[in-house]
């Protein structure tokens, strides 16, 4: 039987997700529920029942909101993405010191995306994503994708304001991402201690090393 997320189309999330449904009051109570059970107890080992008995809503409503547990989690990857995202960089579009600003987003990056429940539903979305491919689109779509733009944003008004020289600020975005990262994220997804004695001067290294190469020219810093 081809599942709900499945059937969607390539990039689409599910309806309840894309369409403002997650206002609703039951349907913010499926999915406060819902991010329970699977933050604890993974996708494969969830299940429709226990979901619906953390919401205290019965098997009918919860079916009637979401055709199954595919859509429910690729609704809730959507509502969690969103959240996430909405925190990076928030004081960083207009803050002076461009090397302030891109630390903070740094340090919003790896905070969101290296610990705690960003974490765990990355673990769970790579896990599943062999299983349902569109799981890892939806994903893509609604977490890092909008990350990247969001940097990109940042990094864009930066260069208009003369603080970085860029062509390209999503590319640009790309390989900060890929700078400030570094391994942390890799041993974290693993369980395992980064190999980093110091991951804050890792990170404020990174950020000067993308400095240095769009960075403004050393006569207009000084």
Do not use: W
Not at 35 to 50: H, N
Not at 64 to 80: N, P, R, S, T
Not at 88 to 110: H, T
């Amino acid at each position: 039987m081809t599942s709900h997320v499945q059937m969607t189309r390539v990039g689409t999330a599910p309806r309840h997700a894309a369409n403002g449904d997650s206002g609703n009051v039951k349907v913010r109570q499926i999915l406060a529920a819902a991010r329970k059970v699977f933050m604890k107890e993974g996708y494969g080992a969830a299940s429709m029942d226990a979901i619906a008995r953390q919401a205290a809503v019965s098997k009918a409503t919860l079916y009637a909101h979401f055709g199954g547990k595919d859509a429910l989690f690729a609704a809730l990857i959507v509502m969690e993405c969103r959240h996430l995202s909405d925190q990076i960089g928030r004081g960083a579009l207009y803050a002076p010191d461009i090397r302030e600003a891109l630390l903070q987003v740094a340090k919003d990056f790896n905070n969101l995306l290296c610990s705690g429940e960003g974490l765990t539903m990355y673990r769970i979305v790579v896990a599943e994503a062999p299983r349902f491919p569109e799981l890892g689109r939806i994903f893509y779509d609604s977490g890092p994708n909008v990350m990247i733009s969001r940097i990109a944003d940042i990094l864009r008004r930066a260069t208009e304001r003369r603080l970085l020289k860029l062509r390209d600020p999503r590319s640009a975005a790309i390989q900060f991402i890929s700078l400030i990262r570094g391994e942390l994220h890799l041993t974290r997804v693993l369980g395992l201690k980064s190999a980093s004695k110091n991951s804050d001067e890792y990170v404020e290294a990174s950020v000067d090393l993308f400095l240095a190469g769009y960075g403004p020219d050393k006569k207009k810093r000084k």
